[in-house]
C-alpha cells in the first residue's frame, strides 16, 4: 500500500437488495385488466381485481419475510 492510496474505512454490513420478482409486472396488469373491466366486461374488472389483491398481498408478506431474515442489530453502526 502506497501513500498515494487512500484510506479505505472497513467493510460495513452488506448491502440487501431484493432479488428479481415479476410482481410489479403482474400488478400492472392487475390493476389495468381492473380499469378496463370497469367500462367494459364485469368480469374482467372482478380478475384484475382479484390478480391485484393477490399480488399485493404476495408482495407484502415476501417483503415482511426479507425484513424478518436481516439481523437485528443492523443499524447498530449508524447510531
Not at 367494459?40 to 384484475?48: A, E, R, Y
Amino acid at each position: 500500500m502506497s501513500q498515494l492510496d487512500p484510506k479505505v474505512p472497513p467493510a460495513g454490513e452488506e448491502i440487501h437488495l431484493p432479488g428479481p420478482t415479476i410482481k410489479p409486472l403482474l400488478l400492472t396488469v392487475g390493476i389495468t385488466a381492473a380499469l378496463i373491466g370497469v367500462t367494459t366486461f364485469w368480469i374482467l374488472w372482478v380478475l384484475g381485481g382479484l390478480l391485484t389483491i393477490a399480488v399485493i398481498v404476495t408482495w407484502i408478506m415476501d417483503t415482511r419475510r426479507d425484513m424478518a431474515e436481516l439481523p437485528l442489530d443492523h443499524e447498530a453502526g449508524h447510531h
